[in-house]
């Protein structure tokens, strides 16, 4: 099966700009993840939907970032505007469903240079 | 907040060596998963155990939980040069799938 795919792989902006992206989930999965991966330290979860619905974005920095899953399929987050500290690689994960317990599947990542 | 805490930070062993990495956490968890991630890639799941299981294999890799020390270990036997990678634990509190990732192991396998 295809994995979770994203794009761009790679992006560099400087602050105060706007960035989005994107994201496709595994066919059929109903849960859809966004992380924030800071350079030597693990994931940190951003926002998680279930379906079109938003079930955790505790953790999400809501001045700035913005995510959206329309459909329940693909899923795009965006930065408006952007920090030095927003520099990071941006994950996406899905699972088959988040309300019971399932081994998430993650893309590659975006890596967002902030200058 | 980071709920896992990875030991080491980092370690280098000799391939056809066996390769510890430990994770303590803070709170009660319903499962606790265990994810690699080779250099510049996404993560890929490793293994998960429950909270009422005390020791997991799938191939090489043996993970123990201990949740009265709240703490895993994930063993890599006989490893290659092929595993090196970062390993982070991940717990799940059973909220709906949400997973609260340590600040993983970095592993370097020489050949």
């Known amino acids: 099966e295809a994995g979770v795919a994203q794009s761009p792989r790679y992006k560099i902006i400087e602050k105060r700009q706007s960035v989005a992206f994107w994201c496709n989930p595994i066919s059929g999965h109903a849960t859809l993840y966004w992380y924030q991966q800071i350079l030597g330290q693990g994931p940190k979860l951003l926002i998680q939907f279930q379906n079109n619905g938003v079930v955790d974005d505790s953790q999400l920095p809501k001045d700035r970032f913005s995510a959206e899953r329309l459909k329940g399929v693909d899923s795009t987050l965006k930065i408006q505007p952007a920090k030095l500290e927003d520099s990071a690689v941006y994950l996406c994960?899905?699972?088959?469903?988040?309300?019971?317990?399932?081994?998430?599947?993650f893309g590659p990542g975006t890596r967002l240079t902030v200058t | 907040s980071q709920q896992g805490e990875e030991d080491p930070q980092a370690l280098s062993i000799q391939e056809g060596e066996n390769a510890t990495m430990n994770c303590s956490y803070k709170t009660s968890i319903n499962n606790l998963q265990w994810y690699r991630q080779n250099s510049g890639r996404g993560l890929v799941h490793l293994i998960l155990i429950r909270s009422n299981e005390r020791e997991k294999h799938s191939g090489r890799l043996r993970v123990t939980l201990d949740t009265s020390k709240k703490s895993s270990s994930l063993l890599i036997t006989a490893s290659r040069a092929a595993d090196t990678a970062s390993y982070f634990c991940a717990t799940d509190k059973g909220q709906g799938g949400k997973l609260i990732f340590g600040q993983g192991t970095e592993l370097s396998v020489k050949p």
């Open positions: 994960a899905s699972s088959l469903d988040g309300t019971v317990t399932y081994e998430q599947y």
